[in-house]
């Protein structure tokens, strides 16, 4: 089957906006969570738990397609500092998609706590009880989270930039409809 070149692949796209809800609402349920000593923090934690793993396996998935299906070629009039910083960002999301979600597992794999899924599904510790490693492994996940809002936030504000601004196909490339260039747009290069 082909696909059309100026998109990114259906399910890509599904998982896409899947996972970006799901980060958004992840790092909310991460702040709520340690700014709560309430019956609603083991609420939380019992959210944040399978949400992250679910993470962890839809990037494992999305990884997969990244390398699969070759992306839209960014516009050919972009400069190249912006095409390197894309490209970083995107790297280093797919980065924190991953480290996140195993560093909260190693934590509470050090701190002795169960990464229970729900009823009876308890994932293996893969990190030894120790209440040292736990502390660093704590602060790592929070610095780690705060590292991935800021970077979702420039994501989303490049995505603006490229769909209000420049308005070069670029965020149209992740959404439902055909991605067709303007009449004055320039020409793609593709740089993969």
């Known amino acids: 089957?082909?696909?059309?070149?100026?998109?990114?692949?259906?399910?890509?796209?599904?998982?896409?906006?899947?996972?970006?809800?799901?980060?958004?609402?992840?790092?909310?349920?991460?702040?709520?969570?340690?700014?709560?000593?309430?019956?609603?923090?083991?609420?939380?934690?019992?959210?944040?738990?399978?949400?992250?793993?679910?993470?962890?396996?839809?990037?494992?998935?999305?990884?997969?397609?990244?390398?699969?299906?070759?992306p839209p070629a960014l516009p050919g009039d972009l400069p190249r500092v912006q095409r390197l910083a894309a490209a970083a960002s995107h790297w280093l999301l797919y980065a924190l998609m991953f480290v996140l979600p195993v560093v909260g597992w190693m934590m509470l794999s050090a701190g002795g706590y169960p990464v229970m899924l729900g009823e009876g599904i308890r994932l293996p510790a893969i990190a030894p009880a120790d209440a040292t490693w736990f502390a660093v492994l704590r602060w790592s996940h929070r610095a780690l989270a705060y590292l991935l809002f800021g970077v979702f936030l420039l994501h989303f504000a490049a995505a603006l930039y490229h769909g209000l601004i420049r308005r070069d196909g670029v965020l149209r490339s992740m959404l439902w409809r055909r991605a067709t260039p303007r009449v004055d747009e320039p020409a793609a290069v593709d740089e993969t």
């Open 1 to 70: 089957m082909n696909r059309d070149p100026a998109l990114f692949p259906l399910l890509a796209r599904l998982i896409h906006w899947l996972m970006a809800a799901m980060i958004l609402a992840m790092l909310f349920i991460g702040v709520g969570m340690v700014s709560s000593v309430s019956d609603r923090h083991a609420w939380l934690l019992s959210l944040h738990k399978p949400l992250g793993i679910a993470i962890l396996l839809l990037a494992c998935l999305r990884l997969l397609l990244r390398l699969r299906y070759r």
